[in-house]
């Protein structure tokens, strides 16, 4: 028995009387089918790259969300400062914070900045 006869593909096709063209064919159509399918799952705009982009969408889409939620604070913030709705504890406390003002009976009491040194060696 030879090595050709071993082989199960050779006995299939022998036992079948399949002939060179037709064999040919399916193997060529069996090659073009694998192909198609390997690269619909794993290529450029496969299944795994599908799914991935999903998820980067729906994580920008909760960015946004939050960023829609800053931008309306930040809204509401200079809507209370206009002066057809003038809050003038919400004028108040922005001036005391960005501005550094203080009130007429407050006391201020300053630190010495050093630069982020520490002075516990001296």
Do not use: W
Not at 68 to 93: C, F, I, P, T
């Amino acid at each position: 028995m030879s090595a050709l006869e071993t082989n199960p593909i050779y006995r299939f096709v022998k036992k079948h009387n399949i002939s060179k063209i037709l064999f040919v064919a399916c193997f060529v159509g069996l090659a073009a089918i694998s192909y198609f399918v390997f690269f619909m799952i794993f290529g450029d705009k496969g299944l795994v790259k599908f799914f991935a982009l999903k998820q980067q969408i729906e994580n920008k889409e909760i960015n946004k969300q939050e960023l829609s939620a800053k931008m309306q604070e930040k809204k509401n913030l200079v809507k209370g400062m206009s002066l057809d709705s003038l809050d003038l504890d919400l004028v108040d406390e922005q001036s005391r914070k960005v501005l550094g003002y203080a009130g007429k009976n407050e006391v201020v009491i300053y630190q010495k900045y050093d630069g982020g040194k520490n002075d516990s060696n001296e």
